[in-house]
């Protein structure tokens, strides 16, 4: 008894976003389905993210604890309101850190114009707030899983002003790399603002390129680098895909591990999907066909049978390679296909593709909007569900799709690479199409080989038989994390 209340672990997860409260990309899925694991193996595990004004407190039955906690930022002094709720369904806290004037705004973190000016303080008074918190509340954890830029400064706090303060004393911290694309770059009077020492603006802490980089002090502070996938974990070590902290990580390598993420079974399952018109299984695709119908029917495009559907859910940004779609999109609307889009971010992408939509409207439905309801459809009714991101930590949309038997063609790269291999149609292995490099025409070819290959019925029922059964359930995962949970205590 006492051995297993000894292995019982605490661990606190912070981030920015999670689901089923507020998401507004991958962050969240994780975020929100880790924790839930790891309660299974049975730790005591806690979640705290901000209070945005989007979270629906009736709906999740959020109360307020009472706790006040006051921050100086710069020369102002900023209370949050500590809140909280559960897990639904489950006993697992979580902490909604609220303060109005920084939280309570329709974005997150910005609007389709450029990032909210003051994102460097809202989140070191985010991070501040989870580090009292944990005082005020007694609530020591063994480890402190950070997530992504927002969170960096909490292991910055802890091994400076808070380094003398015995409550603290064997908080270790693992730090989850989910994107190093966003570092959080700021003026280095942001230092003071948060009321953190001048000296780590150097170069072996969080300077940058003459600014500080929160995303750098994470990796330099915590005990425990992770990332989201093996591919990634090597590929941000080089000076292609490290965003200029390639060699930071470099030189931390034997402490950075790469942990696929897995998937919520329990949302994405086309056997169980209350979003859907019909179930179906690996013994029922032609429900899928159904799904399609219903699907072009909701975006306006007609059906025609054997024709097929090519999806794509994402945000519309530089990195998902979206540029190359747009360089093939007309010999790509030469092709017997149709295709729906479904993303939102970036305003240049949202012209582009409404005046691709504008000149194909039979062939193209684009939808730019968050809808999940929708990209449940599309994820069931698509044929093939297009990924060619230039790179990408891990991804899920993949692995989504495969479980719903939409074949996935990606590009090369980060997770896509772990987790989608190229059809052999000789060995009979494989569940996608593959293509590498940094070529549109790469995909374009590859995109041809795939509808080529829809036209043969057993050859495609094999490949999506091979997907249907990849099993990229979190219960793996949240063991490894427990590992590198452990590594972290151990520093
Ligand atoms: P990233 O985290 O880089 O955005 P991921 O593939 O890891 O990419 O995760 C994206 C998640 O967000 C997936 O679950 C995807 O289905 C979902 N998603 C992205 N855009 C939309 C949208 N416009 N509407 C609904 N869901 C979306």
Redesign the pocket.
Known sequence: MAKKEENRLKILVVASECVPFV?????A?VVGALPISLKKLGYDVRVAIPKYKTINEEKFKIRDTGLRIDIDIALFNHTASIKESVFPGTDIPVYFIENKEFFDRDELYRTPQGEYWDNAERFMFFSRVIVEMLRLMDFKPDVININDWHTALIPVYLKTIYASNDFYKNVATVYSI??IAYQGLFDKEKLSHANLPMDLFSIDKMEFYGGINYMKGGIVFSDIINTVSKRYRDEIMTSEFGYGLDGVLRTRANDVYGIL?GIDYSIWNPKTDTLLPVNYNEDSLELKEQIKKKLLDDVGLKYTENIPLIGL???LDD??GLDFIAAIIDDMMRLNLQFIL???GDEKYHNLFNLIKAKYPEKISV?I????K??HLI?AGSDIFL?PSRF???????M?ALKYGTIPLVRETGGLADTVLQYNFKTKQGNGFVFSGYDPYALLYTLKIAIDTYKNKTVWRKIQANGMKTDFSWDESAKEYVEIYRKAIEK
């Open positions: 998401k507004t990309g991958g962050l899925d989910h994107n993420n859910i994402s945000r990195q998902k479904l993303g939102t939808n909007k968050f809808d999940n929708l990209a994820y990924m990408e930590p891990c991804g899920l949309g993949q989504i």
